[in-house]
């Protein structure tokens, strides 16, 4: 376990926290006036190796082959100059730290970060942190790399959970959740939809099963998974034989046929890794997939039973409710599908450019 202490006096910062990866949601903006809930769970931080927050510089103002050095591999809108090692952790495990009224950025409905750090240690007034709760994002608290220092309290961690201790937690990600609508006249309400993170992961995985199409046909079971992926990969990819096949493969699962060239296979929630399967199959290309949306796409939810009729007696009680609609098609997130391509090396030929 560690906490975050001020740099510039060792106040506390930080409730004790253990590491973990950095979500795929993380960037996302999702929709417009919607409410996100806390991006990091409690107890948790993560950390951004790449530069985060303001300055920026437009892409114009950046040499490609620097950009390159950094991982990014075709145009973007702007990258951050900002330093890289950011620390994000839950708002609620922040304390000592007091909010700078006068940097509330650009925000809408919140807090961004487009003026800058936003929160101040209480002891020393040093800014540590920037919040960040504005509409359609994720609600997160960043914590400034040159700003604070980690230190390790208690014991330390005992590592990370193996990959089958992952699968007897069963901790999965449904694919249905209700979002908080802001701006409504009668307040807040709420609707259900497809949840952001699995449209924030199938835009990772998008970006990846392209580069493993290498421009041809790409199939992928039926039921759930077609519903997020296939309908997608049909309308960018060109159609008729050859087709390239994607499976579902893991540490559950059986395994994979040895002809099947495309694995979606889960990644490690506390260490980002991906689980990698045995030879023949290790010569397959790997497209990441968060654990727990892996997990509901290889074990998907049972339906609950509804009543046949569409009213329940008067005298008969139910401890469940009824299961949610959801009738809109799914939407893979364009931000993040963007976000991962162009660090991935092969968006430089030209049928991926086009495509982008």
Known sequence: MFVFVCAGCDAELTAPLSRVALPVHTYQKYGNGLQLPVLMEPGTFAVEPEPWGPPWRRWEEIDPDEAAARGVHAPVHALSDGAPGAVVIA????CGAV?????RGGACCGLDVADGRNMACEACGLPVASRVDDCSLWQ??????????????????????????????GKGVTPFEPITLWGSLSGASRRWSWSPQWEAAAGRALAHLLVASEGRAVTVPDGLTAEVFQHTLDALLPAGPPVR?????????????????????PSHPQTGEVWTPAAPAARAYLVPLPFGVWLRLVFPEP????????????????????APSVDDVFRIDLGVFRRTLVRLPAVRSPWLREIL
Do not use: N
């Open 245 to 265: 096949r994607a499976v579902l493969a893991g540490p559950g699962p059986a395994a994979p046929d040895a002809d099947a060239g495309i694995l979606l296979v």
């Open 303 to 322: 339906r609950l039973p509804v009543p046949a009729s569409s009213l329940m007696p008067a005298d008969v009680l139910r401890d469940d409710p009824p």
């Open 140 to 169: 997160a608290m960043w914590l400034a790399p040159d700003a604070v220092r980690r230190v390790q309290v208690g014991d330390a961690d005992t590592g990370p959970l193996s990959w089958a201790e992952l699968m007897a937690e």
């Open 91 to 94: 708002p609620g495990d922040i």
């Open 99 to 103: 909010l700078i009224p006068e940097r």
